[in-house]
């Protein structure tokens, strides 16, 4: 796979979200952080934390904690070296409540196509499983 790297122009920046999502989708923490700078600062929600080994605690809490994981990306917008995606994803709770997450991300990468700081916002809304996207 060649390196996705900025500046990014749209063929590229929609390759990006794609492989995002395509990593997220495999849910593997330790691969999933190879995508972010050693250093790299994250807000996700009302959480705020850096580096690679704190990108895979929470990611590693994540995912025992959304059962049946699964997410989608789309591109909203891009320049540079920075990339915007909406988002959905969908999961279930450990009482099989069935949730979607719908929001957005902001992106920044550096020069070698690793990203170096990610924002995210999200709001959970309960779905019955019959209303799921994503099967």
């Not at 917008?77 to 957005?104: H, P, T």
Request: proline share 3%; hydrophobic share 40%; with cysteine.
């Amino acid at each position: 796979m060649a390196a996705l790297v900025p500046p990014f122009d749209e063929d590229s920046a929609r390759a990006k979200v794609q492989r995002a999502e395509d990593l997220w989708n495999t849910k593997d923490p330790a691969r999933v952080a190879l995508a972010y700078t050693e250093d790299s600062v994250w807000r996700n929600r009302d959480l705020f934390f850096q580096g690679r080994e704190e990108i895979i605690d929470f990611l590693t809490e994540k995912w025992q904690l959304e059962k049946d994981y699964r997410l989608r990306k789309r591109l909203f917008c891009f320049s540079d070296n920075k990339i915007a995606v909406e988002f959905e994803y969908e999961f279930r709770d450990e009482k099989g409540q069935w949730w979607r997450a719908y929001g957005i991300e902001h992106w920044t990468f550096n020069a070698n196509g690793l990203m170096q700081r990610r924002d995210m916002s999200a709001n959970n809304i309960p779905i019955k499983e019959e209303e799921r996207m994503f099967t």
